[in-house]
């Protein structure tokens, strides 16, 4: 399946943290906090303006980026688990 988001929303995929201390514990997912990072998989094509064209969105396809905790509604698409979310939700782009 598809999915391309629309106006200014974004298509994010949470990136998984390592699950081990520096000191080799291993940290089980109950006590683990979801990560607040992710990659973009789909982005809408941005949003109308006052004369009726896009205004393009700043993240891209492929961007790590930085969102709140809280941030995005949870779908799941070809069997993954993605969150969607506009784009004012993302604090920023990590390079």
Do not use: C, Q, Y
Request: charged letters at 35%; hydrophobic letters at 35%.
């Amino acid at each position: 399946m598809k999915f391309r988001p629309l106006h200014d929303r974004v298509l994010v995929e949470r990136v998984k943290e390592d699950t081990k201390t520096a000191g080799g514990i291993i940290i089980p997912d109950t006590a683990t906090e979801k990560p607040s990072e992710g990659k973009v998989v789909a982005v809408g094509p941005g949003t109308r303006n006052d004369d009726g064209k896009f205004t393009a969105l700043d993240v891209k396809k492929g961007d790590r980026v930085l969102f709140g905790k809280w941030g995005g509604t949870e779908v799941k698409v070809d069997g993954k688990e993605l969150l969607i979310m506009k784009e004012s939700d993302i604090m920023g782009i990590i390079d």
